[in-house]
């Protein structure tokens, strides 16, 4: 049986969808079979950030109203053959949604796949909650900044209260220089406060711009980016790997700096 | 509070949070926040000689659960207890 996994945060913009999509194809590269589970019912977008939107034909809406076969409606990517994505629907709202349902869907899914990531919506409310109802575990995004971190602690304590007690924290738009500088909130300090085990941080890299633009996944446009090599990490440390933190310093006096492991 | 122009945004950054989490976890008002907090204080006060100024009531998570903290320090016990 596969995990069940929602990608959460509270505060809308801070990258759900994204890592949602590009930890999908590092998990799926590492050789299981993954489905990325579109929560945002009335607000899709994780078909356009993988670039499948033209192949969308049913949705989970379509499923839970019994319209189409849960295999009908899932779209495998176009680059990686054990990635598939399950849409939302744009004409649904969130109140149409019926959580048991969804739960069931997820449950019967669980049992073909070895990962299902939920992008969950934004917000506290029934999208979020509908998105948290399947999950055993949970990522926590948040980029470092105070609305982003408040945020994520009133959503850790809500799955708290709902047993999910597997939770991990990403720290997305992470820039390594700013921190040192001491211009921008320290990873070790958001994990201080919010009391979670922090399991990676993926750095501002605009190679994630460029692939959104062009509806590709880092892990095949971008192979070779640093932000590429901060999901594969993360995939690694989901499947239980004890992978090093990335440490980013810069050498000499060029603009780009290399970056390095931790001691 | 005076935030410096210049130095460490993220000091502040965190500082500020801290505050605002003692709020949002206390899931209380601020005004019911202070009130809990001076019943505290009174029913030490009873017990023990303490410096009612110098208190700290934190809330914070620790491993999967969010636990108030009272930090007081006592100058002396009370010899009538009332």
């Known amino acids: 049986m596969g995990r069940t996994i929602v990608v959460t945060a509270g505060k809308g913009g801070v990258g759900k969808t994204t890592i949602t999509?590009?930890?999908?194809?590092?998990?799926?590269?590492?050789?299981?079979?993954?489905?990325?589970?579109?929560?945002?019912?009335?607000?899709?977008?994780?078909?356009?950030?993988?670039?499948?939107?033209?192949?969308?034909?049913?949705?989970?809406?379509?499923?839970?109203?019994?319209?189409?076969?849960?295999?009908?409606?899932?779209?495998?990517?176009?680059?990686?053959?054990?990635l598939f994505l399950l849409p939302a629907s744009q004409i649904h709202t969130k109140d149409d949604i019926n959580i048991d349902k969804?739960?069931?869907?997820?449950?019967?899914?669980?049992?073909?796949?070895?990962?299902?990531?939920?992008?969950?919506?934004?917000?506290?409310?029934?999208g979020f909650e509908s998105a948290a109802a399947p999950a055993k575990e949970a990522l926590i995004i948040v980029t470092p900044d105070v609305s982003a971190v408040r945020d994520a602690d009133r959503v850790i304590?809500?799955?708290?209260?709902?047993?999910?007690?597997?939770?991990?924290?990403?720290?997305?738009?992470?820039?390594?220089?700013?921190?040192?500088?001491?211009?921008?909130?320290?990873?070790?300090?958001?994990?201080?406060?919010l009391g979670l085990d922090l399991i990676g941080m993926i750095p501002e890299d605009k190679?994630?711009?460029?692939?959104?633009?062009?509806?590709?996944?880092?892990?095949n446009y971008a192979n070779g980016s640093i932000a590429n090599k901060a999901f594969?990490?993360?995939?690694?440390?989901?499947e239980g790997e004890d992978i090093p933190f990335l440490n980013f310093k810069p050498q000499g006096k060029g603009f780009f700096g290399l970056f390095r492991r931790e001691e | 509070?005076?935030?410096?122009?210049?130095?460490?945004?993220?000091?502040?950054?965190?500082?500020?949070?801290?505050?605002?989490?003692?709020?949002?976890?206390?899931?209380?008002?601020p005004t019911k926040f202070g009130h809990m907090k001076e019943d505290v204080i009174?029913?030490?006060?009873n017990y023990f000689e303490i410096n009612k100024a110098n208190i700290l009531l934190?809330?914070?998570?620790?491993?999967?659960?969010?636990?108030?903290?009272?930090?007081?320090?006592?100058?002396?016990?009370?010899?009538?207890?009332?």
């Open chain 1, 21 to 82: 999509a590009n930890l999908g194809a590092s998990l799926s590269k590492l050789g299981n079979k993954v489905v990325v589970v579109d929560m945002d019912i009335g607000l899709r977008n994780l078909d356009v950030v993988m670039g499948l939107e033209n192949r969308v034909v049913y949705n989970i809406m379509d499923i839970s109203d019994g319209k189409c076969k849960i295999n009908q409606a899932l779209v495998r990517d176009k680059h990686f053959p054990g």
């Open chain 1, 102 to 126: 969804i739960v069931d869907i997820i449950s019967t899914i669980e049992n073909s796949f070895d990962y299902v990531l939920l992008d969950s919506p934004a917000g506290i409310e029934k």
């Open chain 1, 157 to 193: 304590g809500i799955l708290e209260n709902r047993g999910i007690l597997a939770i991990a924290l990403i720290v997305n738009r992470y820039d390594y220089g700013l921190v040192r500088r001491k211009k921008m909130l320290n990873a070790d300090s958001i994990v201080d406060i």
């Open chain 1, 207 to 219: 190679m994630i711009i460029e692939s959104n633009n062009r509806g590709e996944l880092l892990a």
């Open chain 1, 232 to 238: 594969e990490n993360i995939s690694r440390r989901i």
């Open chain 2, 1 to 29: 509070m005076s935030i410096p122009r210049i130095g460490s945004t993220s000091l502040i950054a965190e500082e500020r949070l801290k505050v605002i989490l003692v709020q949002d976890r206390s899931m209380l008002p």
């Open chain 2, 42 to 45: 009174d029913t030490i006060g």
């Open chain 2, 58 to 82: 934190i809330i914070q998570r620790e491993s999967k659960k969010t636990v108030l903290d009272t930090i007081a320090s006592i100058l002396s016990v009370k010899r009538k207890i009332r």
